[in-house]
């Protein structure tokens, strides 16, 4: 599972794990690439190794969005698909979306689909998400709740699991612009709900950049 518009322009070019807030900031149609050291998405590891990530954004002046995301998970690929409406007026955003998580036969997961809720008010940003994972023909419900707190290129999010999923995590990072490109580091702290029985700790590295259409 892989959240594709985040609260800052930074983490949507890279896939840095805070959490889904659309900011529409220009209206137009955008494309980005990532490259991340290691995959991981709401505190659980993704993949072992190196991702490489690509998407496309529309955002139109009245709120609406749509987009697609695509990343490298290891034995296959996962694409993502999503839309929605965010209202902003100064440092204030609402907004309500759709995202569903894909992946080809030869990949690790099954297909999640999911409302999405946010909020925010200047550096203080809140996500709730509802989903169901098609799990193979078994089928589980789960919700994810989310803060998120940004500060001069700092941010730190705590995220939880609920419904028939478990697990929470805190990740705190960094993200800023060098040379045109968009550079980033975060260190996650998953619980052993999310590390598959142990505590989970990572240090993950980003670079990407985004093109206007």
Do not use: C
Not at 8 to 36: C, E, K
Not at 100 to 125: I, K, Q, R
Not at 145 to 159: C, D, K, P, S, W
């Amino acid at each position: 599972m892989k959240k594709t518009l985040t609260a800052t322009a930074i983490a949507s070019a890279l896939g840095l794990s805070v959490i889904a807030v659309p900011s529409i900031a220009q209206a137009g149609a955008s494309a980005n690439i990532g490259l991340t050291s290691n995959y991981y998405f709401r505190g659980i590891e993704q993949t072992e190794s190196a991702s490489a990530s690509a998407g496309l954004d529309y955002e139109h002046d009245s709120g609406l969005y749509v987009g697609t995301w695509a990343a490298d998970v290891e034995t296959g690929l996962e694409y993502d698909l999503y839309g929605g409406y965010v209202y902003s007026a100064d440092n204030f955003h609402v907004g309500a979306g759709v995202t569903g998580y894909y992946y080809t036969d030869d990949a690790f997961d099954d297909s999640y689909e999911e409302v999405n809720l946010y909020a925010g008010f200047g550096p203080v940003s809140l996500e709730h998400s509802i989903g169901t994972w098609d799990g193979y023909g078994d089928e589980a419900d789960y919700t994810f709740t989310a803060v998120n707190v940004e500060y001069a290129g700092f941010y730190g999010t705590f995220g939880s699991h609920g419904d028939d999923f478990e697990g929470s995590y805190f990740e705190v990072g960094y993200g800023t612009e060098i040379g045109g490109f968009d550079v980033g580091a975060g260190a996650i702290f998953a619980d052993e709900d999310l590390g598959g029985g142990d505590e989970d700790e990572a240090l993950v590295f980003n670079i990407g950049k985004s093109f206007d259409l």
